[in-house]
């Protein structure tokens, strides 16, 4: 069975760094479109990041809103996808969470249970 | 950015009523574009890819169409575990978007 599970978030101050791991199982990890998506409280979903798979190098794309301060990323060997946050901001508070696309099909076909980053002082 | 605009915001509906939600996008997207249905304190859930196609174990009663900029996400007999929030999602180019979510609430 796919599933993914989130892990690493936590209370970080303005302008410091996190690292969100996303473990998966069940399926082939590195021909697997990955995204992690986030959701402010009560608010809607936001696209956040993207690894595409092994054949395309593993390559990125990132919403405006991150460009530049988080980096999405793999260990293949692991099976874990990441997502490296620097230079957060209060803004960036949110329930994040991984989502798998399997070859052929439409993305976050599997989604992780997420896990909560909070930015305050 | 496409935006992705979602109506209505909420609705309030009863156990078997026919309900449908409408997403446009502000370009051509052709068919890409998935559903999803979100619980309270729940990741969110797919329910269609490709604007009409159902993902494995998601019933029948749920349906989508569309293509272009305009879309809808059909229930077709609310059961008490539908009342829940959907939200469309376009993945036809970076970066990707959402609506803005429709919440179906038991009237």
């Known amino acids: 069975e796919e599933q993914l599970v989130e892990s690493g978030g936590g209370l970080v101050q303005p302008g410091g760094s996190l690292r969100l791991s996303c473990a998966a199982s069940?399926?082939?990890?590195?021909?697997?479109?990955m995204d992690w998506v986030r959701q402010a409280p009560g608010k809607g979903l936001e696209w956040v990041g993207r690894s595409r798979t092994k054949s395309n190098s593993y390559s990125t794309e990132y919403a405006a809103s991150v460009k530049g301060r988080f980096t999405v990323s793999r260990d293949e060997s692991k099976n874990l996808l990441y997502l490296q946050m620097n230079s957060l901001k209060t803004e960036d508070t949110a329930v994040y969470y991984c989502?798998?696309?399997?070859?052929?099909?439409?993305?976050?076909?599997?989604w992780g249970q997420g896990t909560l980053v909070t930015v305050s002082a | 950015d496409i935006q992705m605009t979602q109506s209505p915001s909420s609705l309030s509906a009863s156990v078997g009523d026919r309900i449908t939600i409408t997403c446009r996008a502000s370009?051509?997207?052709?068919?890409?574009l998935a559903w999803f249905q979100q619980k309270p304190g729940k990741a969110p859930k797919s329910l269609i890819d490709a604007a009409s196609r159902l993902q494995s174990g998601v019933p029948s009663k749920f349906s989508g169409s569309g293509s272009g900029t305009d879309f809808t996400l059909t229930i077709s007999s609310l059961q008490p575990e539908d009342f829940a929030t959907y939200y469309c999602h376009q993945y036809k180019s970076y970066p990707f978007t959402f609506g803005g979510g429709t919440k179906v609430e038991i009237k």
């Open positions: 989502g798998s696309g399997r070859p052929g099909a439409g993305p976050l076909g599997h």
């Open positions: 069940g399926f082939t990890f590195s021909d697997h479109l």
């Open positions: 370009q051509a997207i052709g068919n890409s």
